[in-house]
């Protein structure tokens, strides 16, 4: 009886095969089970990172590029199938996470992606040919010290930007020593308020008396019964000021060599650009791995996917590489519901010495920020504010995001009350839509990768011109959006030109150059010098081609090479004639 039960039960749940993994939690069992509904502490990312190098030792490894102000490793993972070849011999994508310290669910979507990769290579065709032809560099913390505040400290859902080291924001003096306090002890930095009848700005929500509702301006004298005091603390210095000098207060958004700015025009960027240990590591990383032709770096919140330029003085970025970000970004909005593309300074506000504003135009690498989570999630309507932020949390969280308010004796401001909601709420999601948030974003990941450049040289042409000299003509394409470089990169010369070589030891390459009429053969751009060797800033643009003329004397096997920074290096033998 006991077996013709489990009999059945075996033919109504067949036994899960190795099929693949293809966006759901279904088809087989991952290698590696990490529950994606919660956010992990600095040690407990690296740990499930590790657990994937244990799991796929050959595909994927780790580096420590530096470390923080406190001392923590800056760890780079490096996915990469190596049966096809060195991580560093192909196109690669930079992924980065956790910028700022509270915008912790970026470190958790570098780890998704990772993870999701490996999982899917080998059953996933799309994924596995997406790994044999190009690398990842994944960090998914950039700021290990404002995420370890975060997750062991008392915060709202606003500090623990910065990483910790002492600055003197108020320029007293003194270091970090008035920032919010934890004046009840529960863990959390809240609001105050305070009761002064007919004498406030504020009054309480009739339906909801947790809801603070500014009283409008108006003729007849009406004013509220309350005042709200800021966040949570006291004056710590004396200065009659509260909360005015916290934890640190650089920003490691602010610190790059692109249209830098010092700190009294952008708030937080440094003495210098690249002052930060955490930037020097990244930035030196980047330096020597001019491999890579994609970035993408996670912040929160909004929903947003971004570009520069960060600030209107730039000017406009060329509308070749406009092209290949439109196609991209458009392709994300359909992919990730509720976020919105938009260039940095003109749609959101202007960007100082931003990350992927320099790794486009100090690098000439396409590259978004996306801002990863959107709080239109919670609610049909898109309001996050007032009652519809209290609906969500009484009934989608049990009421677990508020803290109700509460008397406490002021040392300043006498009798008030504390309350509102913690730090994991408003710019992180709730712990059951990480999921998805994640793996959209993965996805989009993927997309931007897949469009990383891809060169083909095909078949060349051999034409007799007489008296033993032939014309060899080649056709060389890249058949994906992302050119090899960028139109920025080869106006300013970023980086080495593109490389396109004829090499033979019984051909004399007597000229050469780039056809410019595919029709007209005699129309070449001929070379100066060494026309075997032939250089070209403009590289090959995306889903195009460059056609090259060899005249050569002789006969014999010739080698054809395309070789390119950001394009996996090709190769390809004729014979002349």
């Known amino acids: 009886m006991i077996l013709g039960i489990a009999a059945a039960l ?5 036994r899960q095969t190795d099929e693949g993994f293809p966006g ?14 919660r956010l992990y502490d600095y040690p407990e990312i690296y740990a499930h990172l590790d657990r994937l190098v244990a799991a796929w030792p050959e595909l994927l490894s780790h580096q420590v590029i530096g470390h923080s102000v406190e001392g923590r490793e800056m760890r780079v993972y490096t996915l990469n199938d190596p049966s096809t070849g060195a991580h560093d011999e192909k196109p690669a994508m930079w992924v980065d996470g956790n910028v700022h310290g509270n ?10 992606l990772a993870w999701y990769l490996l999982e899917n290579y080998g059953s996933n065709e799309r994924v596995t040919e997406l790994l044999k032809r ?6 998914p913390m950039v700021n290990p010290d404002g995420r370890a505040s975060w997750f062991n400290d008392a915060h709202s859902a606003s ?3 910065s990483g910790v080291k002492p600055l003197d924001r108020d320029r007293d003096g003194l270091f970090d020593e008035d920032g919010p306090d934890d004046l009840d002890g529960d863990g959390n930095i809240v609001q105050m308020r305070k009761f002064v009848p007919g004498r406030g700005t504020h009054r309480l929500n009739q339906d909801d008396p947790r809801v603070m509702e500014r009283v409008p301006s108006n003729d007849k004298g009406i004013r509220g019964d309350w005042i709200i005091l800021g966040r949570e603390g006291v004056d710590n210095d004396g200065d009659g000021r509260i909360n005015e000098d916290g934890l640190g207060g650089y920003d490691m958004n602010r610190a790059w060599p692109s249209l830098w700015m010092p700190d009294h025009i952008q708030y937080g960027a440094g003495p210098y650009p690249l002052y930060w240990p955490e930037t020097r590591s990244i930035a030196r990383f980047l330096y020597g791995h001019t491999n890579v032709a994609a970035v993408q770096s996670f912040h929160n919140a909004g929903g947003m996917i971004l570009r520069g330029p960060g600030a209107e003085t730039y000017g406009s970025y060329p509308r070749a590489d406009v092209r290949v970000y439109d196609e991209i970004a458009k392709d994300g909005e359909k992919m990730l519901p509720f976020y919105r593309y938009m260039i940095i300074w003109k749609d959101l506000y202007s960007v100082f010495g931003g990350f992927s504003t320099w790794t486009y135009e100090g690098l000439g690498i396409i590259s978004f920020t ?28 049990m009421g677990a995001g508020f803290v109700d308010w509460k008397s406490y004796d002021h040392p300043l401001y006498g009798e008030i009350e504390i309350g509102g909601f913690r730090k994991d709420v408003y710019r992180v999601p709730p712990s059951f839509l990480i999921e998805e948030m994640l793996h959209r974003n993965a996805l989009f990941c993927i997309r931007h990768a897949e469009t990383m450049p891809q060169v083909e040289i095909e078949e060349a042409e051999i034409s007799d011109l007489g008296g033993g000299v032939y014309a060899v003509d080649v056709r060389f394409r890249n058949g994906s959006l992302i050119p090899t470089r960028t139109a920025l990169a080869g106006s300013k010369k970023i980086g080495i030109p593109d490389r396109f070589t004829l090499a033979g030891d019984g051909l004399e390459i007597l000229a050469g150059g780039f056809r410019s009429d595919r029709f007209r053969p ?6 100066e010098h060494e026309p075997a060797h032939l250089l070209r800033e403009a590289g090959i643009g995306g889903r195009d081609e460059v056609r090259v003329r060899w005249i050569v004397r002789g006969r014999g096997p010739a080698k054809i090479r395309f070789e390119a920074e950001k394009a996996l290096n090709q190769e390809r033998n004729t014979q002349v004639p």
């Open 159 to 161: 500090s623990s930007r």
């Open 24 to 37: 759901l939690a279904a088809g087989r069992n991952p290698r590696v089970e990490i529950p994606w509904n």
């Open 103 to 112: 915008e912790v669910q970026g470190g958790e979507a570098v780890v998704y």
């Open 370 to 397: 996306n801002e990863l989570w959107v709080g239109s999630r919670n609610s049909p309507d898109g309001r996050l504010e007032g009652e519809p932020r209290h609906f969500f949390d009484d009934h989608m969280l």
């Open 522 to 527: 005699e129309r070449i751009e001929l070379a």
């Open 10 to 14: 075996l033919l109504a749940f067949p």
């Open 134 to 139: 190009s690398s990842f560099y994944l960090l």
